[in-house]
């Protein structure tokens, strides 16, 4: 029963999107909206392939800038989490600056970048690394101060120090938060990289994209906006599947329930 | 009542501890002979865990000390072993990796550690279960691995804060029957916070009563019948009489 509960939850969201596909797709065919406006899913994915040699190097562009972008960002919020942590000042004096700098539209802010570094990758990898920076460090910063209180005690009433907690107890209790927070950022890292690239550059996704509008190709839009989705969503299930493998007992924790 | 007549192992005296102005325990003095079992009764939240945070060391009193084996130790952390209500295991640490975290901690070496710990297992029944993770042991397993945790910091002083607390009636039993059975095998003294009385008569040689706001000692009891039979639990009149000199003082 409980099997093919399962089963129907899976198959309620792929039917749901094949009837849109499929209305969508109709609706284009039978002439209710212009191709030149919306192209139809096949013509999308004609594209697609047609042009598939072009879209993979500008993915490969795309997909180390957001990587990059992700790998500094997550260095750097380690850092600031354990630093705001270790030193609740720092806590208050960073953290309302930092909730204040994600109200600021990078869509603002990705120009200055380009004035200031170029046109080259660094501006994107720097707008990437400002996405994701956030949502990890919240997390994490969270993940920590949530660690039991009557733990902490605990290892304090056996004469731990506070690098000792921090090592053995606040930072593995964090993990949890830390990977909820990094596939959050993994998604934006590329959608980061699209924006940095919308501006002006040489190569990238959001290069491409901007090329195609400008022609009037909408179906290569659009095939461009299916590999972001794909590539996002690859993302998300690798950093799920790094965290499986990194916390195998959270498993455990389900099976049990 | 009040001298030592083993080795003293632990005395609390005249602690004091204030929270926001206001006193919460008050002039306490209590004290722990080598391999006895003493309980603190007293109604829930009415101080008990302050007074066990004052003798871990992880509050300072207002007022008096704490001494083990007759030296000094107010505020000093890392005296006496401390096992919450709570299991606090770890949940990514295995059983045998949980019950080492006390040895780390003081600095010994993880494999080293785990050998101590592999030689223990047994006598808490815990040989099957060395490698199994907190989410597959039950509620009463879990306690017992935090019992192990406890012993492998420290057997001279355990504190023990309402153990058994989170567990249901029959499984509450038979862990008090359990820890009776370890502290056989391992002749720890025990101080342990319930607020239930047939826990405490069954289990103690000797009963502190703490009550009142700030909580204070008002009674110090000797148990007659030491780890009572359920039927002379019910039956004895020496158990009935301080049953009901207990719930007098409360």
Redesign the interface.
Known sequence: MRKYQNTSDKLIPIVFLLTILILWEAAVNLGAVERYILPSPTDIITALIANGSDLMMHTGTTFFEGMTGLLVAVCLSLIMAIVMDLFPVVKKAIYPVLVMSQTVPIIVIAPLLAMWFGFGIAPKIFVVVLVCFFPITVSLIEGLQSVDGELINLVRSMGAKKRQIFTKIKFPSALPYFFSGLKIAATYSIMGAVIGEWLGGKAGLGVYMLRARHAFALDLVFASILVIVVLSIGLFYGIAGIQRVMMPWEKLKEEEE | MNTCQNKCVLKVSGVTKEYNHKNIIQNINIHLNQGEFVSILGPSGCGKSTLF?VI???LLPEDGQVFVDEKEVTGE??K???M?Q?D?L???RNVIDNAI??L???GIPKNEAREKVNAMLPVFQLEDDGKK????LSGGMKQRVSLLRTTM?SQEIMLLDEPFGGLDAITRMKMQAYLLEILEKIKGSVLFITHDIDEAIFLSDRIYIINGSPAQIVKEMMVPIKHASPEEMMTADALRQLRSDILKCL
């Open positions: 945070n871990a060391g992880l952390t890392g006496v072993s401390y919450y709570k606090l770890l949940p990514w975290l006390p780390e901690i003081r993770y907190p989410a597959q910091f």
